[in-house]
C-alpha cells in the first residue's frame, strides 16, 4: 500500500475511492465532504506533484533548455516547473559544477558567474517558494570562453511596477507576427512607453539599426539603447491591441539579424486574443497579492501591487478581441 493509500485509509476513505484517486479518475466531488478542496479533477499528475492538492508543497523541477557560453559565465535558459506547489515561484537557483557555484533569478535565464575558461560544467537550476526547494532540474553542459560567438539568450517585454521594480515577461520569438505571439496584457507606460529587451551573451557595444514594424508593415517609432548585454528597444507611443516585429542588426558588427514578434492588448493576461470571463476571474482572484516574479502580468497598471483598480480595467475591456 501506498503513502496516499494509507492516509486516506485513516481518515475512512472507503477502498474504492482510493482505488480510484491513485488511478487519477475520482472527481473531488467524491471525497469534497471529508476534504473540502475546490471541485477538480484529481489527475494522476496532480497526485504525483502533490498527495494533497490544495495543500502548500515544494514546487516541482525547473526544464533546462540550454546553458549559454560566455566568457567565466554561463546563462542558464529553462522553462518554469508545471507544478509550482500551490505558491508562487520566488527565484530559480542555478548551480554550476565542478565549484558548486551559483547564480539566482526571477526568471530565465540564471548567469552564473566566475567561471573558469575552457573548463567544462554541469549546469542544474532549483525553484523555489514560501514552502520550500524543489529538487535539481536535468544537468546541461556548457565551456565558458573568452570570446564567445554572439548569441541570443532570450528577448523580454520590460516594465517597472514602481516599488516592486522591474519585471520581464518573456518573448517566444519564433512566433511570426501573425501566429500566437506572446501577449503583453499591461498598460503602456506614459513615460517609458513599451520596452522590448534583447538579452545577449556578451557585452554589447554596438548596434548598426533597429526597425519596428506592425501587421502592415508601417514603421513604428522607437530608439535604442544597450546596457551590458542587452540592446533595450523603446516604443514610446502605441495603439492598444497592437502587434509589432521589432527587428536588429550589426550587433557587435555581426551580419545576423535578430527579431521577435509579440502583441500589446490589455487585460489578456491568458493570451486568448480576447478579453473575456477567464482574464477577469485571473485578476480578481489575486486582488490584494503584492507583485512578484509570479503575479506581475496580472499588475496591469503597473502599480507595485494587484489591486480593484486592475480588475476595474480587465472588466472595462471584456470581451475585445485582438484584429
Not at 474504492?16 to 499528475?45: C, H, M, N, Y
Not at 497598471?301 to 480587465?314: C, F, K, L, R, Y
Request: charged share 10%; hydrophobic share 45%; proline share 6%.
Amino acid at each position: 500500500m501506498g503513502l496516499l493509500s494509507a492516509l486516506l485509509g485513516l481518515v475512512g476513505c472507503d477502498p474504492q475511492r482510493i482505488a480510484e484517486l491513485e488511478e487519477g479518475v475520482a472527481t473531488e466531488a467524491d471525497v469534497r465532504a471529508r476534504f473540502g478542496e475546490p471541485a477538480k479533477i484529481w489527475s494522476a499528475a496532480d497526485l504525483a506533484g502533490n498527495p494533497f492538492p490544495g495543500a502548500a508543497a515544494q514546487p516541482g523541477a525547473p526544464v533546462v533548455s540550454v546553458a549559454t557560453a560566455s566568457d567565466g559565465r554561463a546563462f542558464i535558459s529553462f522553462s518554469p516547473p508545471q507544478f509550482d506547489g500551490g505558491l508562487p515561484v520566488t527565484s530559480y537557483t542555478a548551480i554550476c559544477n565542478p565549484g558548486a557555484l551559483t547564480g539566482t533569478a526571477i526568471h530565465s535565464p540564471v548567469i552564473v558567474s566566475n567561471l573558469l575558461n575552457r573548463t567544462l560544467y554541469g549546469c542544474s537550476v532549483t525553484a523555489s517558494n514560501a514552502t520550500g526547494t524543489s529538487i535539481a532540474s536535468a544537468t546541461a553542459a556548457v565551456i565558458p570562453t573568452p570570446t564567445p560567438p554572439l548569441t541570443l539568450i532570450a528577448v523580454v517585454s520590460r516594465k517597472n511596477h514602481g516599488v516592486a521594480g522591474d519585471f520581464d515577461l518573456p518573448i517566444d520569438n519564433v512566433v511570426p507576427i501573425n501566429g500566437a505571439t506572446t501577449v503583453d496584457p499591461r498598460i503602456i507606460s506614459a513615460s517609458a512607453g513599451h520596452t522590448v529587451v534583447f538579452k545577449f551573451n556578451t557585452t554589447i557595444s554596438a548596434v548598426a539599426a533597429v526597425s519596428v514594424v506592425d501587421t502592415t508593415n508601417a514603421a513604428v517609432a522607437t530608439s535604442v539603447n544597450t546596457a551590458g548585454s542587452e540592446v533595450i528597444v523603446t516604443i514610446p507611443t502605441l495603439a492598444d491591441a497592437t502587434r509589432v516585429t521589432v527587428l536588429i542588426n550589426g550587433v557587435n558588427g555581426s551580419a545576423q539579424v535578430f527579431s521577435a514578434s509579440l502583441a500589446f492588448f490589455v487585460g489578456d493576461v491568458n493570451n486568448s486574443f480576447t478579453v473575456n470571463a477567464s482574464d477577469i476571474n485571473s485578476v480578481k482572484a489575486r486582488s490584494g497579492q503584492a507583485t512578484n516574479a509570479s503575479t506581475f502580468k496580472f499588475d496591469l497598471n503597473t502599480s507595485g501591487s494587484i489591486s480593484a483598480a486592475d480588475t476595474a480595467i480587465v472588466k472595462a475591456r471584456s470581451g475585445l478581441t485582438m484584429p
